[in-house]
């Protein structure tokens, strides 16, 4: 071991920084982002380190030809310049072509070497193929997920392995992810490509929650708690599609409303469908046509000076659930004592199933309106404060305190690094402008209910709003929304599954709690779904089915733990009672002595 004040060989770095330096993809990025600079206006690029995509799109193989050798030649130039060098191993071309007939395909140089026109291309970790049909990438994904399933098959013994909780997290982890990964462009592949994967998804779900083999696929998803694959790269399409409505300058923002695309689909619905165009047919569907996004836009905020507003807390030192309401009132009484000089405020927000609505009382006059059902009841909390401030920015300059009983909406305000909701930044900026023109506005948290008058006529307000305010919807809103939406459709499918065994126990789709003991978990999972292996192994072996030797009728869950008469004994001393339903035995809850009764009966072990 050498000593800690040995140093390593000096050398000479004539290029470069040292491998394995920090400051090296730091001034990588920084050296290579001008080489999109580079490109002529009718290629298109895209950098991300140091992979590199142009393209070039036209109804001309020649005019496209000519453009791409201009990029290259000038991207070749740029590079000689400034110490870069390209492989042309690492080089390659595809010619994105649905024409059948035979077509001359392009013919482009870097250097003196032609580069390779290949017929699929690995970009980012999505496989692109000439069709666009994304089969080689589905095919090549669902090769890599059958090696990570075997992470689920060790752990999964179904007595002794790890517990339901636990394995669904390795299978998110694992496996989910790499499927949610670029699912939003290879989305578009048609329904029997896309199919590839499930049996990837369905063998986990089994694995997971111990269930037979023979269990059918919407028993797994429910039972699960986790939806279809389809349902899924719809959820992530309809996320990426609003992210990119926020961000007014993203590179896709302009085209969310291109009309010509949509043209072209309809006429030609065989054509790949576009992002775009899928994400409009997911939105017809869920009727979200006209939700409208808060855009994330960038905001000038003076870093010189503190834009953190601290609020008025007369009552922290109160705990709620130990003080009285006039204890409250009084010490309400005595704050206006000391603020006798600043026109109050209330500000309140309010939420339901089917709607959400804010209210702003006003010493002579107030307002309240409803919002879009997505939004949250913090949202509406934030929109009542920023209103109230457009209202006071239309008086004469005066000082106001704004109370509200959303001590998060107010904390959300009280340092930069913790704003996270776009209408945050729209209060700060106003409240910049009104300190400029004179006003003087503090903001202050009251109780609720406590009898504060104001407080309580702003609640009273917000709750019977029935005007609407046609305002956008913050992203994380609209996220939940989304999720909502699907959810709802997955219940409604799921409602129509009447022959479904496991929908006599389960209605709703919700999570269950597993028990913390594999086997016992496994036992009541197989029962819950109506599938063991007594009573469907026959279907693996081609055997028929197993037959009651007393009732004469084949063998089901239902039949041995319900019906048969023989043992009739036994759930009189288990359950106290011969007539039972499965949902009082197998809900959510089960029933204390089930176990007890399956082994006296003699079915735990064949389960």
């Known amino acids: 071991m050498s000593a800690i004040s040995e140093l390593s060989d000096y ?24 080489i999109l600079k580079q490109l002529p206006p009718s290629v298109k690029g895209f950098l991300y380190v140091d992979d590199l995509y142009i393209s070039c799109t036209g109804d001309n193989i020649n005019f496209i030809e000519r453009q791409l050798q201009l990029a ?40 003196s070497q032609l580069i390779t026109v290949v017929n699929e291309v690995k970009f980012l970790g999505i496989t692109f193929d000439k069709k666009l049909t994304f089969r080689p ?60 994967l499930d049996p990837i998804h369905h063998s986990a779900l089994r694995l997971c929650s111990g269930a037979f083999r023979t269990s059918p696929v919407e028993s797994l998803y429910v039972e699960c708690c986790e939806p279809p ?13 609003y992210k990119i409505l926020s961000l007014p300058e993203h590179p896709f923002f302009k085209y969310k409303q291109s009309q010509f695309i949509l043209r072209l689909q309809k006429a030609r619905p065989c054509v790949i469908p576009s992002f775009f165009t899928r994400a409009s047919e997911f939105l017809n569907n869920l009727d979200l046509e006209n939700l409208q996004v808060v855009p994330l836009l960038k905001y000038h905020l003076t870093p010189w000076n503190s834009h953190g507003l601290k609020f008025l807390n ?25 603020y006798h000089n600043f026109i109050p405020v209330f500000t309140d927000g309010s939420r339901s199933s089917s709607s959400t609505s804010f209210a702003c009382v006003f010493i002579n006059s107030t307002l309240s309106f409803q919002l879009h059902s997505s939004c949250s009841i913090f949202t509406a909390e934030i929109t009542a404060i920023l209103h109230a401030l457009y209202q006071i920015s239309n008086s004469p300059p005066d000082n106001y305190i704004i109370y509200s009983d959303s001590f998060s909406a107010l904390e959300s305000m009280t340092s930069l690094h913790r704003f996270s909701h776009p209408l945050t930044f729209n209060i700060l900026e106003l409240h910049d402008r009104l300190a400029c023109r004179g006003f003087s506005v503090l903001l202050c948290w009251v109780p609720s209910h406590v009898s504060i008058s104001g407080n309580e006529h702003a609640d009273k307000l917000a709750k019977s709003a029935t005007d609407s305010i046609n305002c956008p919807v913050p992203l994380s809103d609209i996220k939940q929304y989304v999720k909502i939406k699907l959810h709802s459709n997955w219940q409604s499918q799921w409602n129509l599954k009447e022959a479904n065994k496991l929908h006599s126990i389960k209605h709703l789709i919700t999570c269950w709690p597993s028990l913390p003991n594999r086997k016992l978990d496994t036992v009541l999972t197989r029962l819950r779904i109506g599938h063991t292996r007594f009573t469907h192994r026959h279907l693996l072996l081609g055997e028929p089915a197993p037959l009651c030797t007393a009732c004469q009728c084949q063998m089901t869950v239902l039949h041995i733990l319900i019906e048969c008469q023989q043992f009739n004994n036994q759930r009189i001393r288990c359950f106290h009672s011969s007539c039972i339903t499965l949902r009082d035995i197998l809900h959510k809850d089960h029933h204390p002595q089930l176990f007890t009764f399956l082994r006296m009966i003699g079915f735990y072990s064949l389960i």
């Open 72 to 111: 290259v030649n000038k991207i070749q130039q740029w590079s000689t310049f400034n110490g870069f060098t390209f492989s042309t191993a690492k080089t390659s071309c595809i010619h994105f072509c649905r024409k059948r007939r035979l077509h001359p395909e392009p013919e482009i140089l870097l250097g």
């Open 314 to 338: 007369p009552f922290k030192t109160f705990d709620k659930a130990n003080t009285a309401p006039i204890v409250y009132q009084q010490l309400f009484a005595d704050h206006r004592d000391l």
């Open 11 to 34: 050398f000479i770095q004539e290029e470069g920084v040292p491998q394995g330096s920090v400051l090296s993809v730091t001034l990588f990025a920084l050296k290579i982002n001008d």
């Open 137 to 196: 990438h589905v095919i090549k994904l669902r090769k890599k997920l059958d090696k990570a399933l075997n992470i689920l098959k060790v752990l999964s013994n179904t007595s002794w392995g790890a517990s339901r909780t636990s394995l669904l997290r390795v299978y998110r982890a694992a496996i989910l992810s790499k499927m949610d990964y670029g699912c939003i462009i290879y989305g578009s592949a048609r329904q029997s490509v896309l199919k590839i």
């Open 229 to 241: 694959l389809d349902h899924r790269r719809k959820m992530l399409t309809l996320h990426f599609y």
